[in-house]
T-cell receptor
Framework: DAEITQSPRHKITETGRQVTLACHQT?????MFWYRQDLGHGLRLIHY???????NKGEVSDGYSVSRSNTEDLPLTLESAASSQTSVYFC??????????????FGPGTRLLVL | AQKVTQAQTEISVVEKEDVTLDCVYE???????LFWYKQPPSGELVFLIR??????QNEISGRYSWNFQKSTSSFNFTITASQVVDSAVYFC????????????FGQGTELSVKP
């Protein structure tokens, strides 16, 4: 069955380290998104991509980067991890061009703790 | 600006009670999409329903029903005869046509169904 996976599921790192969270989907969806979930803030958009070589900044993109070299993967990199980036990270994907109005399907999430 | 408000932070009911989760949205677009997601204690985000702005028909799926009213900018979710398995955080989300596929989430409502 087609699916969307994230790895690792749990990660502990230290302040200042570079961290990469993986997201892989087998639905062949053009659109992929990264969100973070924090208490009191719901889910907020970090970065998104409408296709290979396309990336865009979301609401809370500072300190994060993404790259899209193929359809299946959108890795999220924390350039220099900060304690404020302790959160649960969700990857999502949706079909179609530009994602307008399409349902997003979410991965299982990655819990990141920055000490 | 686009915004989703779920004023009920927590709701507690006893099994078999009916419960309504409120969602109020703000948008300037005439074409937009509304979603509900469920996040059970296991943490994943499960898609429940998608509704576009031109379809005000109410929807019923088993014990779940949704009431979309453009006049009051609301998209409320009712669970009939609640069960313990309905205990979860429920998120309402908005996607505007001219903002691509980006989702704006409400803060979520935590529903606790007690036996």
């Amino acid at each position: 069955d087609a699916e969307i996976t994230q790895s690792p599921r749990h990660k502990i790192t230290e302040t200042g380290r570079q961290v990469t969270l993986a997201c892989h989907q087998t639905w062949n969806h053009n659109n992929m998104f990264w969100y973070r979930q924090d208490l009191g803030h719901g889910l907020r958009l970090i970065h998104y991509s409408y296709g290979v070589q396309d990336t865009n900044k979301g609401e809370v993109s500072d300190g994060y980067s993404v790259s899209r070299s193929n359809t299946e993967d959108l890795p999220l990199t924390l350039e220099s991890a900060a304690s404020s980036q302790t959160s649960v990270y969700f990857c999502a994907s949706s079909p179609g061009g530009s994602g307008r109005g399409k349902t997003q399907y979410f991965g299982p999430g990655t819990r990141l703790l920055v000490l | 600006a686009q915004k989703v408000t779920q004023a009920q932070t927590e709701i507690s009911v006893v099994e078999k009670e009916d419960v309504t989760l409120d969602c109020v949205y703000e948008t300037r677009d005439t074409t937009y999409y509304l979603f509900w997601y469920k996040q059970p204690p296991s943490g994943e985000l499960v898609f429940l329903i998608r509704r576009n702005s031109f379809d005000e028909q109410n929807e019923i799926s088993g014990r779940y029903s949704w009431n979309f009213q453009k006049s009051t900018s609301s998209f409320n979710f009712t669970i009939t005869a609640s069960q313990v398995v309905d205990s979860a955080v429920y998120f309402c989300a908005l996607s505007e046509e001219n903002q691509g596929g980006k989702l704006i989430f409400g803060q979520g409502t935590e529903l606790s169904v007690k036996p």
